[in-house]
């Protein structure tokens, strides 16, 4: 066995509560041995004048749309989709999708995020991509049904399945998988019919979008005179495990079927502001016992992947949402990038306590911003970047040491992102 120290640091227990202590860390199993006085270790990570927080969890990403930053904004969901990203995914190859994610995932590891849960195309290729990095992730190939024809439809579907089965357990473990229908719109009502069984067969969640846009509810409401997740839940899309993204547009209802079902919900809160989607009940999906995350949809629509920023927006929107000073106060921003993600996407992650995967950050507290000391949750919720980030950690291997990324050649990758970013546009405008 080989372990690792992280010494002289401050640590976030599960009970938000903060105090000194060592943590201590077999690497070959990538677990947390103990938390409290640590005598001796193989190797030391030094944390003084941090604080060691459990690493962020992204619940919900397209991580290779990074090479899509900047290129269309200040416009809603359909149009946006339509016109701009959807023509030019059409145009999409294996090596963007690489490139693409391993520009992502340097982002997140330089931002203290260990796990994302990724929805996209020629998902192999972001297996490697994950691989490589050393990071944790849920990974699912997105269905889409709407304009093929039903061979096409099928097969879509089927390799969906396949994607989930042939790769639960890559990259040593770290890599799990699910089934992704994209929404409850672009996915027929047949193939759920016909594909859902199968899936439940498997025992993979299920994990698609629902509720974004009201352009999302109307039709559900229209053709089959339920709302979108009664409509779900008829189809068999909302067991325990599974999980939605985004959930704006939930009325009382709803969140009822999400509680009762044990099928959590990934708030997305920039991604929702900048589309003018609206903005979730995150406080009442908490109140009804909801397994809530929090999620950066894609660099895109946000633009970065930097969740320091999300816990901030949660809080922020939240508030106004609720129309309550009190709602998603720190300690529960903090949760949703943590606990919440974690357990939504089905990880032993997002506490500091012995018998956890060893996935961690250590925030630098010694910034302006984060001066004075007075509730380092606060920090954590309102001040904090991901550029504090000072060390991370995933299955018990550091991928980031003293902001030098460890796994990955940042460098390389930001310059081969740049090309490949120019080159699918310019494919897609030939």
Not at 145 to 174: L, N
Not at 267 to 280: E, I
């Amino acid at each position: 066995m080989t372990t690792l120290r992280i010494a002289d640091g401050q640590v976030l227990f599960p009970d938000m509560h903060v105090e000194p202590a060592d943590i201590l860390i077999d690497q070959d199993a990538g677990e947390i041995l103990a938390v409290g006085d640590v005598d001796a270790a193989d190797a030391t990570l030094d944390a003084d004048g941090g604080l060691v927080i459990p690493g962020l969890v992204n619940g919900h990403t397209h991580a290779a749309m990074t090479l899509l930053r900047g290129y269309a904004d200040d416009k809603p969901l359909d149009a946006w989709l339509r016109e701009d990203i959807w023509p030019v995914e059409a145009h999409l190859t294996a090596e963007d999708v690489r490139i693409g994610t391993e520009l992502a995932l340097v982002e997140m590891i330089e931002t203290g995020t260990v796990a994302f849960a990724d929805m996209y195309f020629f998902m192999p290729s972001v297996v490697e991509a994950v691989e490589a990095a050393g990071i944790r992730a849920r990974l699912g190939h997105g269905v889409i049904t709407v304009g093929k024809d039903e061979a096409q439809a099928r097969e879509d579907f089927e390799a969906g399945i396949e994607f989930a089965r042939a790769y639960d357990g890559a990259a040593d473990g770290r890599v799990s998988t699910m089934v992704t229908p994209h929404s409850l719109t672009t996915v027929g009502r047949d193939y759920y019919e016909a594909f859902v069984p199968e899936i439940r067969e498997t025992g993979f969640p299920i994990h698609f979008h629902a509720n974004e846009t009201t352009d999302e509810v109307e039709p559900i409401v229209d053709d089959y005179g339920v709302r979108p997740l009664a409509y779900a839940a008829e189809l068999g899309l909302t067991r325990a495990g599974d999980f939605i993204a985004h959930g704006v547009h939930l009325d009382r209802e709803e969140i009822e079927i999400l509680a009762e079902a044990g099928t959590g919900v990934v708030h997305c809160p920039a991604s929702n502001m900048k589309l003018a989607s609206g903005m979730a009940p995150v406080q009442a999906l908490l109140d009804a016992g909801v397994p809530v995350g929090l999620g950066t949809d894609g660099a895109a629509s946000n633009n970065d992947l930097d969740l320091f920023d999300e816990m901030r927006d949660a809080a922020m929107i939240g508030k106004l949402a609720a129309d309550d000073a009190s709602a998603v106060d720190a300690a529960a921003a903090v949760r949703l990038a943590t606990a919440g993600g974690a357990d939504v996407l089905g990880l032993n992650a997002g506490r500091i306590r012995a018998g956890a995967n060893a996935d961690l950050a250590v925030v630098d507290l010694e910034a302006t911003h984060l001066t004075p000391h007075h509730d380092l949750v606060s920090h954590l919720a309102y001040a904090a970047r991901g550029s504090d980030v000072r060390h991370t950690i995933c299955d018990g291997r550091v991928l980031m040491r003293d902001r030098e990324v460890q796994t990955l050649d940042a460098v390389a990758i930001r310059e081969r992102a740049e090309a490949q970013a120019r080159d699918l546009v310019s494919r897609s405008d030939a």
